[in-house]
């Protein structure tokens, strides 16, 4: 998250539509192991905190339209929130 952070206040603005794609399909894969009280299920946990922040700087960055183009991906993404 620090780095999306970062990239943003630096003017990229289309790193962090790529983190999220990459943490949102690393965090579908991680959702399919059965994890107990193990070392994964704490890297699992600090996984979903950080997609979590990663989606509210996107979120930050389309409501000020920052954000490049709004593709049908991201339109999809919106509709079944």
């Given at each position: ?27 579908a894969a ?52």
């Amino acid at each position: 998250p620090r780095y999306v952070v970062n990239q943003v206040l630096a003017g990229n603005y289309d790193c962090p539509r790529k983190v999220l794609r990459f943490l949102t399909d690393l965090h579908a894969a991680f959702r399919m192991l059965n994890l107990r009280n193990d070392f994964l299920r704490k890297k699992f946990d600090s996984l979903k905190y950080d997609l979590k922040r990663v989606e509210e700087v996107y979120y930050d960055m389309k409501i000020r339209h920052l954000a490049n183009g709004d593709s049908a991906e991201d339109n999809g993404t919106q509709g079944q929130s």
